[in-house]
Each structure stands twice: as C-alpha cells, then as structure tokens.
C-alpha cells in the first residue's frame, strides 16, 4: 500500500513512510499505512462516539434530521476526501484529520467553549482540546499516540471570520492535506447550518441572498459541488500545494458565512437557548472547583491527574449535551421523594 502511494498520489501529497512519527516509538501495522491506523484509532475512541450528542446549532433537536457534531464531522470527511482524491493527496490523512478535528469540542456548541475560555486559567480553544483528548485523555491517559501529521492537522484545523484561505503560514497545518480539512469543514458547516436553519424554519429559501444563490447554487448539493469543483479546478490551476478558490466564489462564501451568522447564529430564538446553556456549563465548573472530593466520586477516580483547573475543563469539555443537562439537574435541582 506504501508502494502503491508512491506510484500515484501527487508529488505534493503527504506518504505514509515518510511521516515525522509518533510521539512514542511503537511496533506499526503489518497491513495499515500509518494514517489508516490512526484514522481507526480515532474511529474506535470514545470521544468520537460521544460526538453523535453533541450540539452543532440546534440545541439537543428532537427532530431526526439535524446535524449534530458527528454528522458534521463526517460531512467534513466526506467532503475532505473528494477534494484530495481530485488533487491526489493522502486521503487516509485527510480523513484521520477530518474525524479527530472536533473531538475536543463542548458540550452546546461554541456557546460551552466561550464559558470555558472565559472561566479556565490559560482560556480554552476546542481545537487545542482536541489535540490534548487525542494525546493525554483517551485511553485512561495513555492518549492514542496519532502521527505527527494528524497532530497537526488536528491542532490547526480551525478558523474565525475573514478570508476563506488564510495566508499565515504559522496558522497554516504542516500538511496539503490538512489545509484540505481546514477548508472543508468551512464549506461543511456553512452549507450544512443553512439546511438546518431552513428545516427549523429559522430562514427561507428566499432570505438566501440572491448574488450567493446565483454564484454558487440554489440547492445544498448545488452549493456544496460548486465549493469543491472552484477549489480543485483554481488549485490545479495554480499549485496544489497551496488551495486556492476563485475570486467570485470565495467572496460569495464570506457572505453566506456573514449571512449566517446575522440570521441563524445570533438570533434570539437559536442564541437564547445558548446562554442559558452557559449557565450549566459555568456552574458545574465552579462546583466541582469548589468542591473536589465530588468530582473525584463522579468522574472516579482517587486523586487529580492534574491541575484542578485542568481536571474540571477535561470533564466538562468531554460531556454530551444530555450528560450536562442530567448531572446539572442532579447537582442543582430538586429531585421528588422516593418512598420504596
């Protein structure tokens, strides 16, 4: 299969055999590359498992068709993948990066990880806590030993407003493949949420600003093959080792991103919901801050592996939505009599 990489993927592609490594030196695979086996380290950790509850937009949707972290994540897979099978890039690094990006995010989505930034000494950032879930937290400590190259991609995946294709190289992964994931999962949620938002009737159809509609598509399918098609054909066109979107396109995706955030994001009726979520998350933290010997009986463990500080915000960083709710019911409200 090394042979095979060799034979056909781009000069510009990241090979298996040539990997910076692992934090500590192990026996590999007889049968799978290195990125295939950390792709099914991270499939099989527990904290990809905890992703299917927990909040992408919509707040703990009764509905069976919203998005939630998982199906973000592998919508961003999915998507990751095509884009580096047209540039013939390593597409078992793509996906690894792809499946571990958001492993280390909150419980109720970004709104948990602005009260954990505010409240955790040092601030808190998911893509970090990603990273640490990936290298100290699974495995009861032992972490999964990834790849130097899935690290990277993991810790570097994300970014805020501006351009679409950031040009800070130290912002930048190491890897074409994970600058792959870094955009995906751009073109992932941005498509993804406007599905969302028009399924809980947040938007119409209509509010969709017409210029984004006419440039990249009517319908998500459309929207999303116009994304991946600008990509592979302006980064062919130029270098594959460095993505590029037209400028038509990449303007039309910051506006649809803008468009969300003031019709979806910050409205009352989906950000209401968040900051009553970040009470949850705030007052769990200071009781178990306050009050460690319970921590120690609910997570179950005889003595911190860290600092306090730290302990906590690994707790509640790795808590599904429904978790929170339940242990902040149990912690904080009145529970009726049983008589048995």
């Given at each position: 299969?090394?042979?095979?990489?060799?034979?056909?993927?781009?000069?510009?592609?990241?090979?298996?055999?040539?990997?910076?490594?692992?934090?500590?030196?192990?026996?590999?695979?007889?049968?799978?590359?290195?990125?295939?086996h950390d792709r099914d380290r991270i499939i099989h950790c527990k904290a990809f498992r905890r992703l299917k509850h927990k909040t992408q937009v919509f707040l703990a949707p009764t509905g069976d068709h919203y998005r939630t972290r998982l199906t973000h994540t592998l919508e961003v897979s999915q998507i990751a993948r095509t884009i580096s099978k047209s540039l013939g890039l390593n597409e078992d690094l793509t996906e690894a990066i792809a499946l571990g990006h958001d492993l280390g995010h909150t419980p109720f989505g970004h709104a948990g990880e602005e009260v954990l930034d505010k409240l955790v000494p040092g601030g808190f950032h998911h893509a970090e806590q990603s990273l640490r879930v990936v290298d100290v937290l699974e495995r009861d400590g032992a972490g999964l030993n990834l790849t130097f190259e899935v690290r990277d991609g993991i810790s570097r995946h994300s970014k805020g407003k501006g351009e679409i294709i950031g040009e800070d190289v130290f912002e930048m992964p190491a890897t074409p493949e994970g600058r792959v994931v870094r955009i995906a999962d751009i073109i992932a949620y941005i498509n993804h949420?406007?599905?969302?938002?028009?399924?809980?009737?947040?938007?119409?159809?209509?509010?969709?600003?017409?210029?984004?509609?006419?440039?990249?598509?009517?319908?998500?399918?459309?929207?999303?093959?116009?994304?991946?098609v600008d990509l592979v054909a302006s980064t062919l066109e130029k270098s594959p080792f460095?993505?590029?979107?037209?400028?038509?396109?990449?303007?039309?995706?910051?506006?649809?991103?803008?468009?969300?955030?003031?019709?979806?994001?910050?409205?009352?009726?989906?950000?209401?919901?968040?900051?009553?979520?970040?009470?949850?998350?705030?007052?769990?933290?200071?009781?178990?801050?306050?009050?460690?010997?319970?921590?120690?009986?609910?997570?179950?463990?005889?003595?911190?592996?860290?600092?306090?500080?730290?302990?906590?915000?690994?707790?509640?960083?790795?808590?599904?939505?429904?978790?929170?709710?339940?242990?902040?019911?149990?912690?904080?409200?009145?529970?009726?009599?049983?008589i048995l």
């Open positions: 299969m090394e042979a095979r990489e060799r034979m056909l993927l781009s000069p510009f592609a990241t090979l298996s055999n040539q990997s910076r490594g692992r934090m500590v030196q192990e026996e590999e695979c007889d049968i799978r590359p290195v990125f295939q949420d406007i599905d969302d938002a028009l399924r809980g009737g947040i938007i119409r159809d209509e509010d969709i600003p017409e210029d984004c509609a006419r440039i990249l598509g009517h319908t998500h399918s459309q929207r999303i093959n116009t994304m991946v460095a993505l590029s979107l037209s400028e038509e396109t990449s303007d039309a995706m910051v506006k649809l991103r803008d468009f969300l955030h003031e019709r979806v994001y910050d409205v009352d009726k989906v950000h209401g919901d968040f900051v009553k979520c970040s009470k949850i998350v705030e007052e769990l933290y200071r009781y178990f801050i306050e009050n460690e010997e319970a921590f120690l009986r609910e997570v179950g463990r005889e003595e911190l592996y860290d600092s306090p500080d730290r302990c906590v915000c690994d707790f509640i960083a790795g808590m599904t939505d429904r978790y929170a709710f339940r242990l902040y019911e149990k912690i904080f409200l009145p529970l009726p009599w049983v």
